[in-house]
C-alpha cells in the first residue's frame, strides 16, 4: 500500500469498524492488516482511538 500518513489510517479504521459493525479491537487489527497497512500504522491508529475515547468519556 502506499505511504499512508496516521490520520488517514485513523480515518478508515474508524469507518470499517463503523460500517463493518467491528466489536473487537484484534478484528479491526486483522481487517487493516488484509488491507495491506503495517502494524505500526495500525497500532498508532488503535492508540490513537483509544486516547480520543479515553478522553471525550471518562474525563470530568
Do not use: K
Not at 22 to 29: G, H, N, W
Amino acid at each position: 500500500m502506499a505511504e499512508t500518513d496516521d490520520l488517514s489510517v485513523l480515518q478508515i479504521a474508524v469507518t470499517i469498524a463503523r460500517s463493518e459493525q467491528v466489536r473487537s479491537v484484534s478484528a479491526l487489527e486483522y481487517r487493516l492488516a488484509a488491507l495491506g497497512f503495517s502494524g505500526q500504522q495500525i497500532a498508532n491508529a488503535v492508540n490513537a482511538w483509544a486516547a480520543y475515547y479515553a478522553r471525550r468519556h471518562y474525563q470530568p
